[in-house]
């Protein structure tokens, strides 16, 4: 079978390499991949900025197909169904955080980025109809992480002023999506004018260049404030983050793709009374509560662009240079 593995030794540090088909453990389902996603973790990853790298596995974490064949543990009715894969593993007892052996498929074990991939039976969950291949490959990991930083450690109400940041990534698309499915004002903020256009298209109130040197302060005046705020970018944007806070709002953030704060006013953290929360992807109750939130609101994942396998690297680089607005998908 075709899957694209990492291979540092190479200019593209990506390869489309030929393997074996995976054999299926006793608890395991086989599952034909008919549509992956790329996550920003895929990209780090390839910048080889992710921990307990090894060449040759085989990337993606999310993925969408058939179920091909069960092991002899599985219930064999399984055969034939149209699957997503949550690709969170071992999470462990505490529903606070995940335990020392929680994995995410793609590193280091192998991942979806390949025609069959074996995952242990509860990571499969039935494709909401009203997706296709592309859209429900879009979902699990950046869905999952956006339902739990908005909904279970932000605790969004309707009417809630939210703001979600870097509205082209693939997680900021579900906080918005999921944000305004529950009634909450959502707001975003991007490095783009056109992204900016597309998302209030999509219901977002307004939007705010986070490019320019006096963004939060103008959103602040426009807006009145946040009750909460949705961010993946961390770096020295977190103090702009805080002046855009009304007293009491919460910012929970997934991710650091700025690198860390250079200064944090500590002093407008506590007086104002805001709460900074750390969030990362989400228990199996997450995923099932993510999915019946994106069924009742027959919530449809923004797709950005397909590539055919045969264009990871091509994939990869759009994902690198921050051109998509939603989810890059390959399709072998
Ligand atoms: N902890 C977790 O479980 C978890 C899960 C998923 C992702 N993450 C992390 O979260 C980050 C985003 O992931 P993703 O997969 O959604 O990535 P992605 O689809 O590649 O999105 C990245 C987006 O970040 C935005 N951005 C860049 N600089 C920014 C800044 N200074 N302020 C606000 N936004 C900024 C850009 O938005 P514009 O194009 O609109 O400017 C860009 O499109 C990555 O660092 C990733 O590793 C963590």
Redesign the pocket.
Known sequence: MKGIVLQRGLASNIQLVELPKPVVGPTEVMVQVKAAAL???D??CRKGLYPNLRDGVILGSDGAGLVEDVGAEVDPSLIGQEVLINPGKNWGANEKAQSKEFEILGMPSHGTLAEYIAVPADRIHSKPKQLSWEEAAALP??GL?AYRALVVKGQVQAGDQVLV????????QFAAQFALALGAKVFV????AE?LEQAIAQGASSGFM?TESNWSMQALQQTGGMDLVI???S?N?LSNLMEVCRPGARIVF?????GNPGQLEARKLFWNQLQLIG???GNDADFLNMLQLVEKFKIKPVVDHCFPFSQAEQAFDH?KE?K??G?IILVP
Not at 189 to 192: E, K, M
Not at 254 to 258: E, F, I, L, S
């Open positions: 996550n920003h973790r990209e780090w990991l950046a992480t940041t870097g509205i082209g990534g693939g997680v900021a903020s991007s490095s783009s992204k986070y961010d993946g970018a770096g944007t997934y991710g650091a793709t700025r969030t990362t992807m994902m921050g998509q607005f989810k």
